[in-house]
């Protein structure tokens, strides 16, 4: 028998101690469940089902982050009735208006721990791998189920593994090494497979820089993205992966789809776009464009350190006329974070706005939509038309300190000439 | 079944942002969600689409977001079926659970073009052209799903399950 991927063992934990191997359809039992706005269409749907509560209350997790705080009455209304909603069903992890984006919470409030099987009703539920969770992104409706009957089908993925080597360079991070990778393998390239990294160069990233990595394998198809049990997570969270380490490490004969390797040294700050993450390159070949907003902020790249990283950029200089700097920190804890250490201070200085904690412009609800002919750098994690606002507008991703280094220039700027410190 | 339709053409990478935008998503009533579908790629296709129109597209349709409005969007226009080189898993998923025919074929996207009539035939698993010249096969959709598909999507095939009316 060969060895298993971390997602065959975590797999087969959550299907009820089962051998699973890639391939396998099978029937799982999530830990943890979790949505966002879309928890009215969830509850729509459950109620077509007649029943009182959902299976496990205790489970599940619901918050309010992408049009928050309400940007129409039509919003306003569906945040009134989720309220209602969690109250009369006894969810308590309830997170309203202004506490953060809900894969941000899922971590930074430990609601998941290493092992676990989170299901959500968001696409960029990969983001809980960071912790050595298989997170994976399910529909409303599909949710609804879930809550009815606390489980459902997943096919069991093929693994493609990414062992990253080697020191980042400086002025370049976690990020630019996913914007890389997502040059490379394609915005389908991971389609319903999971991601797993390794390489030493894990152990030189935050939780925070991790969350970067498993977030952005979304924008590539996959399914999940796992960052296995290390010491960085052993500090996270003590009491989880001493009992749960061999769940969340593959075993040295697992079996993958295929290999890719990154040697962190050869990367430089990438910048993405416009329309797609696989128009990847160095931020040099972007130079000549000129931006009118420049976004910090997002599930990808709006916590402590990456708003740490701006304000370095950004101490002293100013965000030239005629571009706006927005900063929506990712929660309530960050913005809290960053205002004690002065780097919400710094940031004002140079002249950037704060928006709340949440998702902002990001999904072009509110906050920041472009207009036709604009242009805007963010640290987002899709730069697709029509994203951020107007089908005419172009969005280019990169890293925070890329963003905050254009925000003072008016143009794509490499933030090496800005960030000569190591942070 | 066999049912004709007009052939709708698009490429690869068709996002859930180009289906239905982020800035229609307050309102999740059906009619609103048609009166935009595809706008971010096409003006003309929400005024024009008919009951029983076919999408083509080439790899990853759907890309993006797993809101599922992209798909009651297209449902709302009264599209029959989506048939793609690929799919991206949670649109795929969101199809299913929704009763949406999809099907995986490089056939299809190869052999039609925007504008042709084609009757689907989910029994033979292909695609005719009403011109009679063409016809495309269409992969099998795993039997687990096509149970959900019949019985009209995840709602139905669930209440079923659970013996509610
Ligand atoms: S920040 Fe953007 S990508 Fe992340 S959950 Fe919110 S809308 Fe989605």
């Given amino acids: 028998m060969t060895g298993k991927t971390v997602a065959e063992k975590i797999l087969g934990r959550a299907a009820g101690d089962i051998d699973s191997k890639a391939g396998d359809v099978i029937e799982v039992f999530p830990d943890v469940v979790m949505s966002h706005e879309n928890t009215f269409l969830v509850n729509k749907a459950f109620e077509e089902l007649d029943l009182e509560k959902p299976w496990a209350p205790e489970k599940i997790v619901v918050v309010l982050d992408h049009r928050s705080p309400a940007n129409t009455v039509q919003t306003a209304n569906a945040h009134a009735r989720i309220r209602e909603i969690v109250r009369r069903m006894g969810i308590g992890r309830f997170y309203d208006v202004g506490e953060g984006i809900c894969h941000q919470l899922l971590v930074e409030k430990k609601l998941v721990t290493p092992g676990q099987l989170v299901l959500g009703a968001d696409s960029h539920t990969t983001t809980a791998g960071a912790v050595g969770a298989f997170g994976a992104g399910i529909g409303a409706t599909e949710m609804a189920v879930v809550w009815a009957t606390g489980k459902t089908w997943l096919r069991v993925p093929e693994t493609i593994k990414v062992t990253i080597t080697g020191h980042l360079e400086k002025a370049v991070f976690p990020k630019d090494i996913a914007l890389y990778l997502a040059s490379k393998i394609g915005s389908s390239g991971a389609n319903y497979k999971c991601i797993e990294f390794g390489g030493i160069f894990l152990f030189d990233i935050s939780i925070s820089g991790r969350m970067v990595l498993c977030n952005m394998a979304a924008e590539m198809g996959a399914k999940a993205a796992i960052v296995p049990a290390d010491s960085t997570f052993g500090a996270w969270s003590p009491e989880c992966p001493s009992k749960d380490s061999s769940l969340c490490t593959p075993d040295s004969d697992a079996s993958y789809c295929k290999a890719i390797e990154i040697a962190a040294e050869d990367i430089p700050p990438i910048v993405s776009g416009p329309g797609s993450v696989e128009l990847g390159g160095s931020v040099e070949d972007f130079a000549a464009i000129e931006i009118d907003q420049a976004f910090i902020g997002t599930c990808t790249n709006g916590r402590l350190e990456d708003l740490i990283a701006a304000s370095w950029v950004l101490k002293g200089n100013k965000v030239v006329e005629g571009t706006r700097l927005l900063v929506a920190p990712a929660s309530k804890t960050v913005l809290t974070d960053a205002l004690s250490m002065g780097v919400i201070q710094t940031i004002q200085e140079a002249g950037g706005t704060i928006l709340p904690p949440g998702c902002g412009p990001c999904l072009g609800a509110h906050e920041g939509v472009l207009a036709p002919g604009e242009t805007c750098i963010s640290s987002g994690n899709r730069n697709f038309k029509g994203r951020m606002g107007s089908e005419d507008a172009s969005i280019y991703l990169a890293s925070p300190a890329t963003v905050a280094a254009s925000a003072i220039k008016g143009r794509i700027e490499d933030p090496r000439r800005w960030l000569k410190v190591d942070l | ?165």
């Fill in chain 2, 1 to 165: 079944m066999t049912c004709e339709g007009r052939v709708w053409k698009f490429g690869d990478d068709i996002n859930t942002d180009l289906i239905i935008s982020g800035r229609y998503l307050d309102n999740y009533d059906e009619s609103h969600l048609a009166s935009h579908a595809m706008e971010g790629i096409s003006t003309e296709f929400a005024k024009r689409v008919k009951e029983g129109d076919i999408i083509i597209a080439g790899r990853n349709f759907g890309c993006g977001s797993s809101r599922e409005q992209a798909v009651v969007s297209l449902k709302g226009c009264g599209v029959q079926a989506i048939i793609a080189v690929s799919f991206a898993r949670i649109f795929y998923r969101n199809a299913v659970n929704l009763g949406m025919q999809v099907y995986e074929s490089t056939d299809a996207y190869e052999a039609f073009n925007d504008g042709d009539k084609a009757s689907l035939d989910t029994s033979e698993g292909c695609l005719r052209a009403s011109s009679g010249a063409t016809e495309a096969s269409l992969k099998e959709v795993p039997p687990h799903l096509k149970a959900i598909v019949d019985s009209g999507g995840l709602m139905p095939y669930t209440k079923f399950k659970l013996g509610i009316r």
